[in-house]
């Protein structure tokens, strides 16, 4: 398959790359940063405040933000492998994350076929890929 099939209309091949590569930055230096700032908050007494639960708070959901954009620039380094390699690592994610979303392995099926369905993606190597 023509790797270049997966390259969004008006962008080039070295587009996609540096797009990858800022977000693969941004997504590891958020995550660290967020959780030096964690640390902190929770090793310095001094630093236990109310208005510093606050920054914690926002460090911790920051965090979350800063995997998803390590998860999707890892994922468009991957694009020329499959369609939906983002949504299926993501989607892997969540069923690992958290496995209460999902009570029985029906849920699982019923919410495999509906990414499946949404993103259009071919369904056989899709519903495969996803644990």
Same mark, same amino acid.
């Given at each position: 398959?023509?790797?270049?099939?997966?390259?969004?209309?008006? !962008?080039?091949?070295?587009?996609?790359?540096?797009?990858? /590569?800022?977000? @693969? #930055?941004?997504? &590891?230096?958020?995550?660290? $940063?967020?959780?030096?700032?964690?640390?902190? !908050?929770?090793?310095?007494?001094?630093?236990?405040?109310? /208005?510093?639960? @606050? #920054?914690?708070? &926002?460090?911790?959901?920051? $965090?979350?933000?800063?995997?998803?954009?390590?998860?999707?620039?890892?994922?468009?380094?991957?694009?020329?492998?499959?369609?939906?390699?983002?949504?299926?690592?993501?989607?892997?994610?969540?069923?690992?994350?958290?496995?209460?979303?999902?009570?029985?392995?029906?849920?699982?099926?019923?919410?495999?076929?509906?990414?499946?369905?949404?993103?259009?993606?071919?369904?056989?190597?899709?519903?495969?890929?996803?644990?």
């Amino acid at each position: 398959m023509d790797p270049s099939s997966h390259v969004p209309e008006g !962008f080039s091949e070295l587009d996609v790359f540096a797009l990858g /590569s800022c977000l @693969l #930055v941004e997504g &590891l230096l958020g995550f660290f $940063m967020n959780a030096v700032t964690m640390i902190a !908050f929770l090793t310095i007494r001094d630093v236990r405040t109310p /208005s510093n639960f @606050l #920054v914690f708070s &926002l460090a911790l959901a920051d $965090m979350g933000i800063s995997t998803n954009a390590t998860i999707a620039a890892f994922s468009s380094f991957l694009r020329a492998d499959e369609k939906c390699n983002a949504f299926i690592l993501q989607y892997s994610l969540i069923f690992e994350l958290q496995p209460s979303q999902f009570p029985s392995e029906q849920a699982k099926v019923a919410f495999r076929m509906y990414v499946v369905h949404t993103m259009q993606c071919d369904s056989t190597s899709s519903l495969s890929m996803l644990p």
